[in-house]
């Protein structure tokens, strides 16, 4: 008994120091007044079934709420899954780059989001400790998600490829345009 008890002491503690902290009342109307100007498209609202992303627009960041959502936007090239939570102030901050790669990838990559709170299964698959959690996904192999990495290698695990915390445009830019270079050797091999 004590060992579970400490086992959920730690597992409080771990999610409670995952890179999120509470934000201040001025911060808190500052993303508020960035998130209205930066239209996020949620494909699900909690208690519905989810909306296939190709249904939405090409330069809006779609959130997902399951793997098939994921599948689905694959198919339409690489794609940038930023995973995350509404009372995260960092991964509510990320919104408008995310916003703005959705916008300039358009139709080359798609840009998700991943809400634990609202997708806890998806947090478990893809064994999330720390928000914000991005990476860039190749594609499917053998039923194994290939993602790339910030040096330009590919892989199945995750964790080698994954951008913790809050992250330069630049940098997933980087990801981004080694993953579609690498989709092109691809297609042409």
């Known amino acids: 008994m004590k060992k579970l008890i400490i086992l959920l002491i730690l597992l409080a503690a ?11 009342q001025e911060n808190s109307t500052n993303n508020q007044a960035i998130q209205e100007r930066n239209e996020v498209v949620e494909t699900t ?17 779609v959130e ?35 916003q703005e790669l959705a916008t300039e990838y358009e139709g080359r990559a798609r840009v998700i989001s991943v809400d634990i709170d609202r997708s806890p299964q998806l947090a478990v698959y893809f064994g999330i400790g720390y928000i914000p959690d991005s990476t860039v996904i ?14 330009g290698n590919v892989t199945t695990d995750r964790f080698e490829a994954r951008i913790l915390g809050t992250t330069e445009k630049g940098a997933l830019e980087d990801v981004l345009n080694l993953a579609l270079l690498q989709a092109e050797k691809d297609k042409s091999q």
């Open 14 to 24: 771990v999610i409670f120091t995952a890179g999120c902290t509470e934000e201040s």
């Open 45 to 61: 609202e909690p208690g519905q079934n989810a909306t296939p992303p190709e249904i939405q627009e090409e330069s809006s960041v």
């Open 64 to 98: 997902v709420a399951d793997l098939e959502q994921i599948n689905a936007s694959l198919q339409q090239g690489p794609v940038l899954m930023k995973i995350g939570s509404e009372r995260c102030g960092p991964c509510k901050a990320m919104k408008p780059m995310l």
């Open 138 to 151: 190749m594609n499917v192999t053998d039923g194994e998600y290939v993602y790339m990495k910030p040096d």
